[in-house]
């Protein structure tokens, strides 16, 4: 709705118009200020140039009124437009608010190291990755889900020496001397206990052997991390492998030319030149690349396939690493405009008002699996989803079990099967319901279905702004709308009932649309 009124308004005016809901309804569905710039350069008040342009619309089948208030141009939607509109939504199920933006995107997120189970910090992230790749290709575009595996370096390294040791610990008994960092958990044990199965007890003592483990490990950990996310309804197009770009090295360091230099018998990139705190280095003094250099092949071959535009999404802890991957994008003849790096912050889990207990089988986090087993798949992403993802997020899970007006996903739920219940107990049969006309509502009915059909900015508005939290901020208020609509308005048995059930319908499609975006299933019965 907000896409035509502002497509008409620019084409009268030739320019962008900013148009704002009024908080007070009873002025219409959309205002705009326009007039106060165009003032200056009409020489006129702006009461006079509001009253004429008001004036200019009286007759447009998209307005029922259109009124100047103390300067500001109010539009009201017409009923045969909010009608054939809501018409036109129901016609088009869940691809209501769907468009036809062209782009291709490759989005990276997640990219955990291969390490672990995923924790409730990866969640965060994987839930917000997902959420705005529904909601881009919602909106049309082609968009590649992507998984970065880290599966070399230091960490894959550790990981053999941690199995070894841990296999050597507690499967036979031995006293082993434990690293300052090492990887710990009960999975660790049956990874260990599977080692054993495979290898041999010898392979747990044999040092030359650790590399072997460590990568027969980390196939085992990557296929538990895919489960953890297909439980999550999270599922990625392409896994790329750090490991597996070594090769391109040399190919990219001459690709990066007088971006790079030695010094000391070290290789650095110039990214002191393009915004980072100093230069880094990228090959250390024995010649082993830096995890820096990883990402540099990586981003290469990215920029190398030919996508539009590439999104990242990283814990709040790689801030700083955004400038050096920016600049070497630059050294390779890339635009680093064209890299956009999203942050999600870490989560702080409560339980009855207590910090949740770390799982015992990661050792030292709170594993995502466990959060699921408490609370389920959809209360974790409804839960992840609901905040501006690089704000820190704080949530009692016990408020997420209630099943009442507190538990925001509970409260949606309820609202889309609250209508369903509806529908059913009538007698109007779904011709009539989609026939009525949605004319002469009340100012609550009028409210409902113009909220309910704002699904499409708010789609868009929340993918193009990066703002995941606006579609289930959205989703409350409707629900909201709904339920206080439902206790105020008799509807069954009323002379409008097939209008109001078709209403009922148009806000059903919005939460089931909505819902589906997060990676949630709305509910028929609760």
Not at 232 to 249: G, P, Q
Request: negative net charge; charged residues 30%.
């Amino acid at each position: 709705m907000k896409q035509r009124v502002s497509a008409l308004l620019r084409e009268k005016f030739n320019c962008d118009v900013i148009l704002e809901k009024p908080k007070d309804r009873s002025f219409g569905h959309f205002a705009t200020p326009i007039v106060f710039s165009l003032a200056k350069e009409l020489r006129k008040s702006p009461m006079a140039i509001a009253e004429e342009i008001a004036t200019s619309f009286n007759d447009h089948e998209m307005f029922g009124a259109v009124e100047s208030v103390k300067g500001y141009i109010n539009f009201r939607l017409s009923e045969s437009f909010l009608d054939e509109y809501a018409s036109w939504a129901l016609s088009h199920g869940e691809q209501f608010g769907s468009s036809d933006k062209k782009g291709t995107i490759l989005l990276e997120f997640v990219s955990a190291n291969p390490t672990g189970p995923l924790h409730i910090g990866h969640a965060r992230g994987a839930v917000y990755g997902d959420t705005m790749l529904r909601l881009g290709r919602h909106l049309g575009y082609d968009i590649t889900a992507e998984y970065y595996v880290n599966d070399a370096g230091n960490q894959i390294d550790l990981l053999g020496v941690s199995l070894q040791l841990e296999g050597r610990s507690s499967l036979l008994g031995e006293e082993v001397e434990w690293p300052e960092k090492y990887y710990r958990g009960e999975y660790l044990s049956d990874l260990a206990r599977e080692a054993v199965a495979k290898f041999g007890e010898e392979a747990l003592r044999d040092e030359s052997r650790q590399k072997e483990l460590a990568l027969w490990a980390k196939d085992k950990i990557l296929v538990l991390i895919v489960e953890d996310l297909k439980a999550i309804n999270i599922h990625f197009d392409t896994f790329v492998s750090e490991a597996s770009l070594y090769s391109e090295w040399d190919r990219v360091m001459a690709k990066m030319g007088e971006g790079v230099y030695v010094n000391e018998g070290k290789t650095f990139i110039r990214s002191s030149e393009l915004g980072d705190d100093h230069d880094r280095v990228v090959v250390r003094e024995d010649g082993r690349p830096t995890y820096l250099a990883g990402d540099i092949i990586y981003h290469n071959q990215k920029f190398e396939r030919g996508y539009e535009d590439y999104i990242n999404i990283w814990g709040a802890d790689h801030h700083g690493y955004i400038a050096r991957v920016k600049a070497a994008v630059t050294f390779l003849g890339y635009d680093s405009s064209k890299l956009e790096v999203l942050l999600s912050q870490m989560v702080s889990l409560l339980k009855d008002g207590e910090p949740f207990k770390m799982s015992k089988r990661a050792g030292t986090v709170i594993l995502m699996s466990d959060v699921v087993e408490e609370i389920g798949a959809e209360a974790l992403r409804f839960m992840f989803a609901s905040k501006k993802c690089d704000t820190a997020l704080e949530f009692d899970i016990e408020e997420l079990k209630r099943q009442d007006s507190s538990n925001p996903i509970y409260y949606i739920q309820y609202a889309h099967a609250r209508i369903q219940t509806l529908i059913a107990k009538s007698e109007k049969s779904m011709d009539e319901i989609m026939n009525a006309r949605l004319y002469n509502l009340s100012a609550d009915a009028d409210g409902l279905l113009f909220e309910a059909l704002l699904l499409p900015e708010i789609i868009d508005d929340a993918f193009e702004s990066r703002q995941a939290q606006k579609l289930p901020d959205y989703l409350k208020v409707l629900a909201g709308r709904l339920h206080k609509f439902y206790y105020d308005t008799r509807i069954i048995g009323s002379e409008d009932e097939a209008a109001l059930l078709k209403l009922l319908l148009v806000v059903a499609l919005s939460i089931k649309t909505g819902l589906s975006l997060l990676g949630i299933q709305a509910k028929d019965r609760m």
